[in-house]
T-cell receptor, first 113, second 116 residues
Framework: GENVEQHPSTLSVQEGDSAVIKCTYSDSASNYFPWYKQELGKGPQLIIDIRSNVGEKKDQRIAVTLNKTAKHFSLHITETQPEDSAVYFCAACSEGNNNDMRFGAGTRLTVKP | DTAVSQTPKYLVTQMGNDKSIKCEQNLGHDTMYWYKQDSKKFLKIMFSYNNKELIINETVPNRFSPKSPDKAHLNLHINSLELGDSAVYFC???????????????FGPGTRLLVL
């Protein structure tokens, strides 16, 4: 089955700096890669996702890149703000697999003002 | 106009008790899920139902029994609660799994279960 690894487990940056979180996956059939943000006491919220037919997707300060050959994908947050502080999860899923999504272990991002 | 809602938000109970957690979605989705998030924040799928039919059943103790009275509701009943069941339980929903395309999952706010 799919195995998703996520690094780093914790990340601390200064406000305004960029943050990068990386994930690798094992199942070459995976073709859907969402990123979720979980704030304290809340459920995970989708912030961006990418499908395997594209290599990059951007939404304002957030971007995701995908390298299918190397089986890794990354989340990039530019101009970080204190409200970006949260736990971020990557996930991977393949078509025809009943939407069985496998999550990374999470990255706790702290943005210092 | 909450999309995926869960009740209760907090649940504190004694070992050995039986408890239920309820989940409802008003998104018109066909598929619903239960996840367990442990103290290290690891998210692991437990069950999923598509249009009231069980489609994913991970290695979960028989004490956990999901019930889907209709496609907008997926409840989780836990018998004989154990200390190790303490965790945050999240419900999620997605458009469906009948097609080949993977659909985005939307999560509820979670139920924090503490077994004493």
């Amino acid at each position: 089955g799919e195995n998703v690894e996520q690094h780093p487990s914790t990340l601390s940056v200064q406000e305004g700096d960029s943050a990068v979180i990386k994930c690798t996956y094992s199942d070459s059939a995976s073709n859907y890669f969402p990123w979720y943000k979980q704030e304290l006491g809340k459920g995970p919220q989708l912030i961006i996702d990418i499908r395997s037919n594209v290599g990059e997707k951007k939404d304002q300060r957030i971007a995701v890149t995908l390298n299918k050959t190397a089986k890794h994908f990354s989340l990039h947050i530019t101009e970080t703000q204190p409200e970006d502080s949260a736990v971020y999860f990557c996930a991977a899923c393949s078509e025809g697999n009943n939407n069985d999504m496998r999550f990374g272990a999470g990255t706790r991002l702290t943005v210092k003002p | 106009d909450t999309a995926v809602s869960q009740t209760p938000k907090y649940l504190v109970t004694q070992m050995g008790n039986d408890k239920s957690i309820k989940c409802e979605q008003n998104l018109g989705h066909d598929t619903m899920y239960w996840y367990k998030q442990d103290s290290k924040k690891f998210l692991k799928i437990m069950f999923s139902y598509n249009n009231k039919e069980l489609i994913i059943n991970e290695t979960v103790p028989n004490r956990f029994s999901p019930k889907s009275p209709d496609k907008a509701h997926l409840n989780l009943h836990i018998n004989s609660l154990e200390l190790g069941d303490s965790a945050v339980y999240f419900c999620a929903s997605s458009l469906g799994t009948s097609g080949m395309r993977v659909e985005t999952q939307y999560f509820g706010p979670g139920t924090r279960l503490l077994v004493l």
